[in-house]
């Protein structure tokens, strides 16, 4: 396929709350198609798939409720207090998330599709196919104010859990485009449609 053939692909990333899924729902707004890397990390492993066998050989059927799925609070309290677990897990779906990822991204036609990917600042050496990097900002603070609102837990669970993500630094290192969304969630409306009107022409 050519390059013109395909649509631009732009990853879509940031840390977490920092905004990403309202910036994602904007653009589907626009008409964008938007494929999101935790759909695709359900989809690798539901009942019947290569994904769930694999999890399953390599933890046992204990991982799984009573109705042959993956039973996520478990595997998520298991591999959280485990890292040999959590590589072990991550190293059976995050190849095919990537590969989900990839196939959509090529099956598009254009102008241009995004790939919401939380952990692309952790990943990117395999996502060099992607044409741009679009990452939603905000400071610390910010994401730990979000956090605490927005899941119930404690200070310290969320500064936890943004300690095992990729820094500001690191993120905005690969990015080509940058949203700030350190304020009020409305003033997101201009900042993407200054950047779909850029991605129509980019991709043109």
Not at 77 to 88: G, I, K, S
Not at 119 to 127: F, K, P, R, S
Not at 171 to 192: H, K, P, T, Y
């Amino acid at each position: 396929m050519s390059e013109r053939e395909r649509a631009l692909v732009i990853a879509l990333t940031g840390g977490i709350a920092a905004g990403k899924s309202a910036v994602a729902r904007r653009f589907e707004a626009l008409g964008v198609p938007v494929h999101d890397a935790d759909i695709a990390a359900r989809a690798v492993i539901e009942p019947g798939s290569s994904g769930l066998a694999a999890v399953v050989d390599a933890f046992g059927t204990q991982v799984l409720d009573a109705s042959g799925r993956l039973d996520r609070p478990a595997m998520r309290e298991r591999v959280f207090a485990d890292p040999v677990a959590r590589r072990r897990l991550e190293a059976i779906i995050h190849p095919r998330v990537r590969q989900w990822l990839h196939e959509r991204a090529l099956a598009e036609r254009g102008p241009y599709c995004l790939l919401a990917i939380p952990l692309l600042a952790e990943n990117i050496a395999h996502y060099r196919w992607v044409d741009r990097v679009l990452l939603v900002d905000a400071p610390e603070s910010v994401q730990i104010a979000r956090l605490l609102a927005r899941d119930g837990i404690d200070e310290m669970l969320a500064r936890r859990m943004l300690a095992q993500q990729a820094t500001r630094a690191e993120r905005r290192a690969l990015a080509n485009d940058v949203i700030e969304n350190d304020g009020d969630e409305a003033a997101l409306d201009a900042a993407v449609a200054d950047l779909h009107r850029r991605y129509l022409a980019l991709a043109a």
